[in-house]
């Protein structure tokens, strides 16, 4: 099969190559999936887990990619709730091949069905932003109908994830980041935008019942002042250095969960969430999207068939 693979860690972005490898091999739990659509996280080739397995042992060369729409095109043995020919979407698991490729192996606990009215396109752009602003808010957030929430770089992918999934939960939502995204922002469901290059920002915000974090630095550690008493700052950037007043600071990786993709799938296909996509390609431009990815707007995705 043709797939995107890196050989070489040190130089992992910029060995990116379309080159012929082989054809998964589907383990007990899992299946395979013919890719139709794929995305990607740009600093994915930086990460330890990308280039190990769950054992810690080297796998290079890598085929990088974890978002992931299709079709099953193979059910191993011991593996149920899946058939042969459903479209699926799903993120994999970080310590194995990714979906920039025809075809990946996938455990399908990881997959959840695609429904007809979701096109394999926008598909391929919704299971990182959206399970991480679901966990982000729900899970390690606890947000509830009726508080507020400040949503730092709401500009971006993961950003306007979480604009769209508080917002449609009955959150008050504030959006922080560059004033070029403050339309964006608001059209999204945003009741207010604050500017993070203005001096003092923080007084246009106030308190808020969960700050959820996606930039880090300087701006994370101004935050812990404006959660309320008991209130949570959740960041997916850096552990936060500072704790509300009697309350928690955390931070957190994305992790695959059925229940709560299937929750944001839901949501898309009854058109109450939309994941942003950016640029398409096609496989065999697929190096060059991964190394131009930084400073667009939107998920790039890789259409593969």
């Not at 192996?105 to 959840?112: F, N, Q």
């Not at 945003?190 to 003092?200: M, N």
């Not at 955390?250 to 109450?272: I, T």
Request: charge should be negative; glycine fraction near 12%.
């Amino acid at each position: 099969m043709k797939a995107v693979r890196s050989h070489d860690r040190d130089a992992a972005v910029k060995g990116l190559a379309v080159e012929e490898a082989p054809y998964p091999y589907a383990g007990s739990g899992d299946v395979v999936v013919r890719v139709r659509a794929a995305s990607f996280t740009p600093e994915e080739l930086a990460w330890s887990s990308s280039w190990v397995d769950r054992g810690g042992r080297d796998r290079a060369p890598v085929i990088p990619g974890h978002e992931v729409s299709g079709e099953v095109a193979e059910v191993a043995v011991g593996t149920t709730g899946l058939s042969v020919g459903q479209r699926v979407i799903g993120l994999i698991d970080w310590n194995r091949d990714g979906s920039l490729a025809e075809y990946v192996a996938v455990e399908a606990r990881d997959l959840v069905p695609l429904p007809a009215g979701i096109d394999h396109v926008e598909a391929a752009a919704l299971p990182m932003p959206g399970l991480t602003a679901w966990q982000g808010l729900f899970v390690h957030g606890r947000l509830e109908a009726g508080q507020s929430v400040l949503v730092h770089g709401a500009g971006g992918g993961v950003g306007m994830a979480a604009t769209q999934l508080a917002r449609e939960a009955g959150a008050r939502v504030i959006g922080s980041g560059r004033a070029g995204s403050r339309d964006r922002v608001l059209e999204l469901g945003a009741e207010e935008f604050v500017d993070l290059e203005q001096p003092g920002w923080e007084e246009a915000v106030g308190r808020v019942n969960l700050v959820f974090d996606v930039l880090g630095g300087e701006v994370l550690n101004r935050s812990a002042a404006l959660v309320t008493p008991g209130g949570t700052l959740v960041s997916i950037h850096e552990p936060p250095p500072v704790r509300p007043e009697d309350g928690q600071a955390l931070f957190f990786v994305v992790e695959p969960d059925r229940g709560h993709l299937l929750e944001v799938v839901r949501r898309c296909r009854e058109g109450r969430f939309h994941p942003l996509v950016g640029a398409v390609h096609p496989l065999d431009h697929a190096p060059e999207a991964f190394r131009a990815k930084k400073g667009t707007v939107g998920k790039t995705v890789i259409q593969v068939a």
